[in-house]
């Protein structure tokens, strides 16, 4: 009977995990002043809790607060226009993180590197569908992709085109 139990979990286990992976993508596109475009990740290999975040945000400062130390490693965070960006060091790849906040004001972290990996040519066409209430769905690569206008810049929802 243990076992069967256990087997049970695993095949749970591998569901859950199936489902996590084939989860929708969401990317922030900002175009940035001299040209080109910033992309930021709905998921990146910096993990920070909802806590540290907002004790982070509150030390946000135009040339950089404070460096304080976190999860991730030391980071400081710098206020702009657009909100605080939280800057990561000594991070691997993932070296910035977005906050944003929502209607509800939310947080809504933003990562500077991700898995989602497109063309410059790719990121312009999702920049160009975008829409307040959303551009008509357009495919990109393997994607398919709806594009909205934010305050911050284009959100674009990615989804994998089914198999045929």
């Known amino acids: 009977m243990e076992e069967a139990l256990k087997a049970a979990l695993f095949l749970a286990l591998l569901l859950i995990v199936g489902a996590a992976s084939a989860a929708d993508n969401v990317l922030l596109i900002q175009l940035r002043a001299g040209g080109g475009f910033t992309v930021w990740h709905t998921e990146g290999e910096s993990q920070l809790t909802d806590d540290e975040i907002m004790e982070l945000e509150v030390t946000a400062r135009p040339g950089g607060g404070a460096v304080v130390p976190t999860s991730a490693g030391p980071a400081r965070v710098y206020e702009s226009g ?16 977005l906050i944003d906040r929502d209607d509800c004001n939310h947080v809504r972290v933003w990562h500077s590197a991700g898995a989602t990996s497109l063309s ?22 393997n994607y398919y992709v709806k594009a909205f206008v934010t305050k911050l810049g284009v959100t674009a929802t990615l989804w994998r085109v089914p198999a045929r």
Do not use: Q, Y
């Not at 939280?86 to 993180?97: C, G, R, T, V």
């Not at 410059?120 to 690569?141: C, H, N, Q, W, Y």
């Open 120 to 141: 410059e040519d790719e990121i312009a066409d999702i920049f160009m569908s975008a829409l307040p209430g959303g551009g008509k769905r357009i495919t990109v690569g």
């Open 82 to 97: 657009e909100g605080a960006m939280i800057s990561l060091p000594e991070a691997k790849h993932d070296k910035a993180l």
